[in-house]
């Protein structure tokens, strides 16, 4: 039976539809997560190995904290996450890496330091309300039992670790995954399922309850992904990612995703686990989620009235304008 006159008949073989997009040839947004994640399991192997062998030769007392050891693996994580959404983004996408919204825009460092601001706030609030409370003993601060030379160098240390782990995550959970799944299915399942699996992604750390972690880093996931939303951006979320993680643990003295780092305020948490989080850190107890709200209204505030102009949208142009 011939089709109608005039309708369009497609030429592409049936099992096409299983793997390439319905709207232009490159492949479905599931099977390019797919194959980043392995491409990212493969370059992080290749990255990381170097450090491991070197540590085997050196011997464990070559890296004398904890800090220095998290940050000798975070650099080459960092190169492996860094590439694998690069290569995946041109080659699978078809679409230029800064597309995902990392365009160097005039308000690419202002949104990264208003996000660290923003973080400052929410993890500074969680403190005061936990001592108003009596769920935290204050004890003085690491200058007063370690040399200040020592202090400065480990919140050094601290920065560029969490600088190396807020970029990478963000252009993984907010960039790579939240738009490949947006762009798959809609915006509401874009942030839920990269939150969950952001969340996922952490219950391995330690002194991980695998319920709170994954109530309180899924809600963290939400929190970063509307910075994307509000700004279209990865810049916000870079931003709250570091401020979240350097004023949480070095400054502030709670534990980090379970992480124990050095800390200019020492204090000691004895506060019901469920609400601090315990050993784990504020993210994994409900005391999270009045915070977030408060940096919600933060983020709400900062981008209020920002209109996303051509200059500051990021856009999809293919990879070989890049």
């Not at 004398?64 to 693996?73: K, R």
């Not at 790579?176 to 992604?201: C, E, M, P, R």
């Not at 933060?298 to 999809?316: H, K, M, N």
Request: aromatic share 10%.
């Amino acid at each position: 039976m011939k089709p109608a006159s005039g309708s369009p008949v497609s030429s592409r073989p049936w099992f096409a539809g299983v793997f390439l997009s319905p709207d232009e040839p490159r492949l479905r947004a599931g099977w390019r997560l797919v194959l980043q994640s392995l491409l990212a399991l493969v370059l992080l192997f290749a990255f990381t190995l170097p450090i491991v062998i070197g540590l085997m030769l050196a011997g464990a007392g070559s890296v004398e904290t904890l800090q220095g050891f998290l940050l000798l693996n975070a650099l080459p994580s960092l190169l492996g996450i860094v590439a694998s959404v690069w290569i995946a983004r041109r080659f699978f996408d078809l679409r230029s890496f800064s597309s995902l919204g990392l365009d160097l825009t005039r308000r690419a460092a202002q949104d990264v330091a208003a996000g660290i601001a923003i973080a400052a706030v929410m993890m500074g609030a969680i403190l005061l309300l936990e001592i108003a409370i009596g769920w935290t003993r204050l004890e003085g601060w690491a200058w007063q039992t370690t040399p200040g030379s020592r202090v400065m160098l480990e919140l050094v240390v601290a920065l560029l670790l969490f600088v190396a782990v807020g970029i990478q995550e963000e252009i993984l959970s907010r960039g790579y995954h939240l738009q490949n799944i947006k762009d798959g299915t809609n915006l509401l399942w874009g942030v839920i399922l990269s939150s969950a699996v952001f969340a996922a992604l952490h219950i391995g750390n330690p002194n991980s309850i695998w319920y709170a972690t994954i109530l309180g880093l899924f809600a963290a996931g939400v929190f970063l992904a509307y910075g994307w939303v509000r700004t279209r951006a990865l810049w916000l979320p870079i931003g709250l990612h570091i401020g979240w993680n350097l004023f949480e643990g070095p400054v502030f003295g709670f534990p980090v995703s379970g992480l124990a780092t050095s800390r200019l305020l020492v204090h000691t948490v004895n506060g019901p686990p469920i609400w601090t989080g315990g050993a784990f850190g504020p993210e994994a107890g409900l005391i999270i989620l009045p915070a977030m709200v408060l940096g919600s209204c933060l983020v709400w505030a900062y981008t209020r009235g920002r209109s996303l102009r051509q200059s500051d949208a990021p856009t999809p142009r293919p990879a070989a304008e890049e």
